[in-house]
Nanobody, 117 residues
């Protein structure tokens, strides 16, 4: 069992930045996919980005160039650096871990990101 705890959400103005962290309760090196989904009010949960143990990253096209995902296996932590935030980025961001982005074993509790215009 792995517990994932997110932090770093909050309220920011459009154009600003936030850094989300997801701390796992044990080693994450064996988890092939870790990353972030988000869910905006009234919308389905959507994939944001994910990263492999070796550091290979994948992003949804709309986030490329603005978001950067990274992981520190020694600290059992995954990060999401979000720059040039837009109001449409407002959502609850959920950390996940699993065998693949669509084979998810564990979810975090979510952290709210609100971008004001």
């Amino acid at each position: 069992q792995v517990q994932l705890v997110e932090s770093g959400g909050g309220l920011v103005q459009a154009g600003g930045s936030l850094r989300l962290s997801c701390a796992a309760s044990r080693s994450i090196f064996s988890l092939n996919a870790m990353g972030w989904y988000r869910q905006a009010p009234g919308k389905q949960r959507e994939l944001v980005a994910h990263i492999t143990p070796g550091g290979t990253t994948n992003y949804v096209d709309s986030m490329k160039g603005r978001f950067t995902i990274s992981r520190d296996n020694a600290k059992n932590t995954v990060y999401l650096q979000m720059n040039s935030l837009k109001p449409e980025d407002t959502a609850v961001y959920y950390c996940f871990a699993g065998a693949a982005p669509d084979v998810i074993l564990y979810w975090g509790q979510g952290t709210q990101v609100t971008v004001s215009s």
